[in-house]
């Protein structure tokens, strides 16, 4: 095999899916999946983000949950979608599950305005403001001063009832939260401005084309390399690179068929630009021979340093518990990637 980069972190990233009728069970599922996770040796499992629909919607609660349960691997958020926060209430929940964790917590961030199709649902989730607020970059911005402990008021004076229990800064506060930021996104204009501000990159499966660049792994690339030259000489971001990767080896014949036809429906949506110039990575299948030469042949992953298994929504937990075992029994150790241990 041809030289390659040791990636420095491996991790998977979950939907959490959910059904109508019993919610809980893919709740349950994925704390088990994250304990599995962990005594594998992974490094960090991340979730997703879902509104209205069968999916996460309360990361940092699951997180609290995941984390009584666990003890060393790290826990991400791949990716708050931040115009659907107020990034005071975030800053609470966050600094909450991180303390719990022991500072385990990772939380990717992203920003869009209000995305649903009608005014009327619009005005239902953020009251009539969505109008005039700003839902640029300013609002990571000030969800990261409030992680920091930036002195927000002054402190009250303490009238004598109550407990004199007001601070000046949000609370809770965990140290260091503020520094493990990541923004997920995939365009160039993203990763300079992640760079410049001292945020990780988080890349996924989806991504745009720029500057003629139509292939995904070197389009990413470009991102990467404008990441790099925008970040501060005194800041070293990380650069996480995802990708959905189903391992066929050790698979019975009714799973191999399942992941066949999961990517079979999936493949027609990679062969075309959506929209303006959005592009979708195709998903990958096979053997850990197969899987490994293309991970070494990915410009992307050859760039960045951690590497996330995105695993398909529509499986189950005996299934990505298998990908999850062939992931950090087989395929991480042929890259050079060592299992953490359990304290």
């Known amino acids: 095999m041809t030289e390659h980069r040791v990636p420095e ?11 109508r009728e019993n919610p809980r069970q893919g709740l349950e599922d994925a704390i088990e999946l994250f304990k599995f996770a962990e005594e594998l040796g992974l490094d ?10 069968y999916g996460l919607a309360s990361p940092a ?74 839902y640029g970059y300013g609002r990571i911005e000030r969800l990261r001063s409030f992680l920091r402990g930036d002195k927000v008021r002054e402190k009250p004076e303490y009238l004598g009832f109550g407990g004199d229990v007001d601070s000046e800064r949000v609370e809770p506060n965990s140290p260091g939260l503020h520094e493990r930021l990541w923004y997920g996104g995939g365009s160039l204009r993203s990763a300079e401005w992640s760079g410049a ?12 084309t720029e500057n003629g660049v139509r292939q995904f792994d070197l389009a990413q690339k470009q991102q990467i390399d404008t990441y790099h030259a925008a970040a501060p000489e005194d800041f ?20 191999v068929a399942r992941y066949r036809d999961y990517v079979a429906a999936r493949t027609p949506r990679t062969e075309k630009i959506h929209g303006k110039n959005t592009i979708i990575a195709m998903d990958v299948l096979g053997s850990l021979d197969e899987i490994l030469e293309f991970i070494t042949a990915d410009a992307a992953f050859q760039a960045g340093d951690d590497y996330l ?23 991480g150790p ?5 299992p953490g241990q359990v304290e």
């Open 9 to 19: 972190r491996l991790g998977f990233i979950h939907l959490v899916p959910t059904s």
């Open 44 to 53: 960090s499992g991340w979730i997703r983000t879902r509104h209205m629909q």
């Open 61 to 134: 609660v699951l997180q609290g949950a995941i984390a009584q349960h666990t003890s060393r691997i790290r826990l991400g958020n791949a990716v708050i979608p931040v115009g659907y926060e107020n990034p005071f209430r975030l800053a609470e929940d966050l600094a909450t599950a991180d303390l719990l964790s022991g500072g385990r917590l990772e939380p990717g961030l992203s920003v869009h305005g209000p995305g649903y199709p009608s005014e009327e649902l619009n005005d239902l989730v953020y009251d009539s403001g969505w109008r005039e607020e700003d």
């Open 197 to 208: 501000n001292r945020f990780n990159w988080l890349m996924s499966n989806i991504s745009s």
């Open 236 to 255: 070293t971001g990380r650069v996480s690179v995802a990708r959905v990767i189903v391992p066929t080896d050790g698979a019975t014949d009714h799973q």
């Open 309 to 331: 298994f995105e695993l398909p929504f529509e499986l189950e937990l005996a299934e990505w518990k298998h990908m999850l075992e062939q992931l950090a029994t087989r395929i």
């Open 334 to 338: 042929s890259l050079g990637w060592e």
